[in-house]
């Protein structure tokens, strides 16, 4: 796992429900990721605040990558 070097306890927060997210069978269609599902389940359990949600998805952002990534 790539730590990202802008806020690393909230980006770790958010990729572990990025995760968990992603291996909800719910938020798959065909065995595909839905990434408007994730992204929704991620945002309901974070709820950044109107003042940090650039950060959180710009961090989002970068643990989808991360861990589509290892998925590869």
Do not use: H, Q
Not at 34 to 51: E, G, L, M, Q
Request: hydrophobic share 40%.
């Amino acid at each position: 796992m790539r730590a990202s070097s802008e806020a690393p306890d909230f980006y770790r927060i958010i990729r572990n429900e990025v995760a968990k997210a992603i291996e909800n069978p719910e938020n798959r269609n065909e065995g595909i990721i839905n990434w408007n599902f994730v992204d929704a389940d991620v945002y309901a359990r974070i709820c950044p605040t109107a003042s940090c949600r650039t950060l959180f998805y710009r961090l989002f952002d970068e643990a989808c990558d991360s861990l589509i990534a290892e998925l590869a």
